[in-house]
């Protein structure tokens, strides 16, 4: 996710859900772990470096609640190229659907005080976003997520390791 794009999204889940806001960064999850454990790492950063597209545009709309006090953005525009992005990365053109999403608050945290209906009412209700690289990341326990790699989507660049967005 470009930077100008994530500051006022981290702002807004410290409000909303600091919890999950310490864990890790604002993001869109591209593949689950189960997808990925069969899957050889040096072929998946090729995959991304030859993805042929680039950037990933998405567009969020207006906030929805969900399990309670759980708070995401729903992704409203580019789920088709999302949806080939996972086929590409994943070798696989029957890849299971998972929509993007951003989540501002996770429901298996705490209701934060600042998670209610006034503070959404300021959430823009249009959102666009590109995606430039992607990341694998990995938790321990209730530690925060550690971001393993990192590499350009569609670029030549080298894998590098330290912060990123799993986008």
Request: no cysteine; glycine share 2%; proline share 8%.
């Given at each position: 996710m470009s930077a100008p794009g994530r500051a006022p999204l981290e702002v807004l889940r410290q409000r909303l859900d600091p919890a999950q806001a310490a864990l890790i960064p604002a993001h869109v999850t591209l593949c689950r772990e189960d997808e990925l454990s069969?899957?050889?790492?040096?072929?998946?950063?090729?995959r991304i470096h030859t993805w042929p597209h680039g950037t990933l545009t998405?567009?969020?709309?207006?906030?929805?609640?969900f399990q309670g006090h759980g708070v995401l953005l729903p992704g409203v525009q580019g789920d088709d190229a999302f949806q080939r992005l996972r086929q590409w990365l994943l070798a696989?053109?029957?890849?299971?659907?998972?929509?993007?999403?951003?989540?501002?608050?996770?429901?298996?945290n705490p209701r934060a005080p600042g998670n209610t209906d006034a503070a959404l009412a300021g959430v823009p209700t249009a959102l666009r976003l590109g995606f430039?690289?992607?990341a694998l990341v990995q938790q321990a326990g209730a530690e925060p997520w550690q971001v393993l790699w990192q590499a350009p989507l569609g670029g030549l660049g080298h894998v590098l390791p330290g912060p990123g967005l799993l986008g």
């Open positions: 069969a899957l050889d790492v040096d072929a998946l950063v090729t998405l567009a969020f709309g207006a906030p929805q609640r696989d053109p029957a890849a299971r659907v998972h929509h993007a999403h951003l989540t501002l608050a996770h429901p298996r430039a690289q992607v």
